[in-house]
C-alpha cells in the first residue's frame, strides 16, 4: 500500500503563550514542527497541515533553516477535525494514512513502524501507553471524587494510522465536540481500532514546560 502521513499543526498553541504558534518555536535551533516532520522522512508521502495565516510564515522559515525534506502544504480548518479532512482529500483510497500531532517530534521509528503495519492488517492503529500515575474519577456533579484501576487506563499518542478508504469514509460525518482525535471519528462510524505500543519519549508539546 501507498503510504501518506498526515502533520497536523494549523493550531494556535494559545496554551503555550508565545508570538507564534508552538509548532514553529525553536527547540535546539530547530522548528519543532520541522523536528516532527524529520520524523517521518521514511514516509514516501508528507502532508503538513498549516493555518493559512502562517503558510507563507512556513515557507520562509524553511529558507531560512535550508529545510528541504518534501512535503506538501494543505490548508487547515476551523478545527482539527476540519484540518485533517482538508487533507484527506488527495489521499487515494487504496493507500494507508497516518495521521500525527505537530508537536510530537520525539515519536520513535519503531512506534510508527508498528502502527502502520497493524493498520495495513486491522484496519486502523492507534498507539498508547500505559498511566503511571494514580487516578481518580469525579462524579457527575464534580463534589466527590474515587480511585479508578489505572491498569485500566491508556494514554492515547500519535501517529494514529488507518486505510484510507476507513478514515475517509468516517471523516463524511459532521463535525461533533465529542471527536477528541481521529479514533474516536472512526469509532462513531463503526469499526474497531486496534492499540498499539506507544513510547514515554513521544510527548506532546502543549505548555511552556513541556520545551
Not at 48 to 69: G, Q, T
Not at 86 to 95: E, F, G, M, R, Y
Not at 112 to 139: K, M, N, T, Y
Not at 176 to 185: E, K, L, Q, R, Y
Request: aromatic share 8%; glycine share 6%; charged share 25%.
Amino acid at each position: 500500500m501507498k503510504r501518506f502521513v498526515i502533520i497536523v499543526a494549523a493550531g494556535s498553541g494559545k496554551r503555550i503563550g508565545g508570538a507564534v504558534p508552538k509548532q514553529f518555536l525553536e527547540m535546539d535551533g530547530t522548528p519543532i514542527l520541522m523536528r516532527t516532520i524529520v520524523a517521518f522522512s521514511h514516509i514516501e508521502n508528507i502532508i503538513v497541515v498549516l493555518n493559512e495565516d502562517y503558510i507563507e510564515f512556513w515557507r520562509e522559515l524553511c529558507v531560512k533553516h535550508n529545510f528541504n525534506l518534501p512535503h506538501t502544504v494543505v490548508k487547515g480548518g476551523v478545527e482539527r477535525f476540519h484540518s485533517v479532512k482538508n487533507a484527506l482529500v488527495s489521499i487515494p483510497d487504496d493507500a494507508i494514512v497516518a495521521i500525527h500531532d505537530g508537536v510530537r517530534p520525539f515519536v520513535t521509528h519503531d512506534v510508527i513502524e508498528e502502527a502502520f503495519a497493524v493498520a495495513e492488517r486491522d484496519g486502523a492503529a492507534v498507539p498508547v501507553i500505559d498511566c503511571p500515575d494514580s487516578v481518580r474519577i469525579l462524579s457527575n456533579d464534580g463534589s466527590e471524587s474515587n480511585p479508578f484501576d489505572r491498569s485500566r487506563v491508556k494514554l492515547v499518542q500519535t501517529p494514529q494510522v488507518f486505510k484510507a478508504e476507513i478514515i475517509k469514509k468516517a471523516y463524511n460525518a459532521e463535525f461533533d465536540n465529542s471527536f477528541t482525535d481521529d479514533a474516536s471519528v472512526v469509532e462513531r462510524a463503526g469499526f474497531k481500532v486496534a492499540l498499539t505500543r506507544g513510547c514515554t519519549e513521544n510527548k506532546k508539546i502543549t505548555f511552556r514546560s513541556d520545551l
